[in-house]
């Protein structure tokens, strides 16, 4: 296709010079006949003069020749420099026309251009989810079949089948998850969802986002760690924090999988709102990619080549519900390798700040 368009501007480009050159060479035979035309009116001038006729008279009919200081007829100076901006005139109205119309189309394939670059991205970033919901899809069902098939058919001992049924509700949590990603995806991506604001305490939504997670914590060796003072309000959507707390804590355990790392969770509060840090000591991420964390099936690599695990829907959940409160999402890290830092700042409620 790039290809195709180049052809296709070289050919526009090409027919634009072709006419611009056949319209000089038109003007110039035009412009030379009517010259020649009016120095024939001069030689016809010329004859009457001598034939006796009042040069007044021949002007009055022969308004394009003057008489030259040798009293000899000939086409005006300035019918000469009218017929030069004639010819003039028309070049720049057809120079302007064609660079006009070569303009419009180069604009024209720019933007189909981006527009297909942009289908062609969103195509690509549409399979890449269905491959990933697929395999997030495969694998809890995958071990919930074998859990199932275990506890059927070897009636295991008591802490065996605690420890099977305790698989069986890890995996039905990480199918809720990733469920609950694409409904909350599909609804958050209008613009039209309404948002219903109340004070809500930090500390105890953390505390049973955090009770939720366990299991995958534990599972990937992972800790998790709750810093957040009592009392620590904001005024926002209570499914939206949610939301936000369990896709930054469920990122932060994927990442520090690898490593069997940390994922701390702070709170602090200034002047200007509530501040929510999700600090990791996973994979981290190059400091060019951070704006891209937050798109839509954006997933982060973890060696250089393979993403990690899920559908990457999470940090685009918890830009959106951030955005919905009034709230701003940010991410930083010191490189891959590195762990990585989000944080979440809600402006302070209208009413700490009269309380304040």
């Not at 305790?166 to 948002?195: C, F, H, K, P, Y």
């Not at 200034?270 to 990619?289: K, L, S, Y």
């Amino acid at each position: 296709m790039q290809i195709g368009f180049i052809v296709l501007l070289l050919a526009c480009s090409a027919q634009l010079a072709y006419w611009m050159a056949d319209e000089y060479r038109y003007t110039e035979t035009v412009r030379d006949h009517r010259r020649a035309a009016f120095e024939e009116q001069a030689r016809s001038s010329a004859a009457l003069l001598r034939a006796g006729v009042p040069w007044s008279q021949i002007r009055a009919s022969q308004t394009e020749i003057d008489l030259g200081p040798d009293g000899v007829p000939r086409v005006s100076a300035a019918m000469l420099a009218q017929l030069d901006a004639d010819r003039f005139h028309r070049l720049n109205r057809y120079a302007w026309e064609g660079s006009f119309f070569l303009l419009v189309l180069i604009a024209a394939m720019a933007v189909v251009y981006a527009a297909l670059r942009e289908e062609h991205s969103l195509r690509r970033q549409q399979e890449d989810f269905l491959a990933a919901a697929s395999h997030e899809l495969k694998s809890p069902l995958a071990s919930l079949r074998l859990s199932a098939e275990t506890i059927a058919m070897r009636d295991p001992a008591p802490p065996h089948r605690a420890e099977l049924v305790q698989r069986l509700l890890s995996d039905i949590g990480r199918l809720d998850q990733m469920i609950a990603n694409v409904l909350d995806a599909s609804r958050l991506s209008r613009e039209s969802v309404r948002v219903s604001r109340e004070p809500v305490d930090l500390r105890p939504l953390f505390a049973s986002v955090a009770d939720e997670l366990r299991p995958l914590a534990d599972d990937c060796g992972v800790r998790v760690l709750l810093m957040i003072d009592d009392g620590l309000t904001v005024d926002a959507d209570r499914e939206g924090v949610r939301t936000i707390a369990r896709n930054l804590i469920h990122n932060g355990i994927k990442a520090s999988r690898p490593s069997a790392g940390t994922v701390i969770v702070r709170g602090a509060q200034d002047a200007q709102g509530v501040t929510i840090h999700v600090d990791d000591t996973g994979i981290g991420f190059a400091m060019n990619e951070a704006r891209g964390l937050f798109q839509k099936f954006h997933r982060i690599e973890a060696n250089g080549h393979e993403r990690l695990p899920g559908t990457g829907l999470g940090l685009f959940l918890v830009r959106r519900c951030a955005e919905m409160d009034g709230a701003v999402v940010t991410a930083s890290s010191d490189g891959p390798g590195h762990g990585a830092r989000f944080e979440v700042r809600w402006p302070a409620s209208r009413t700490a700040a009269s309380e304040s």
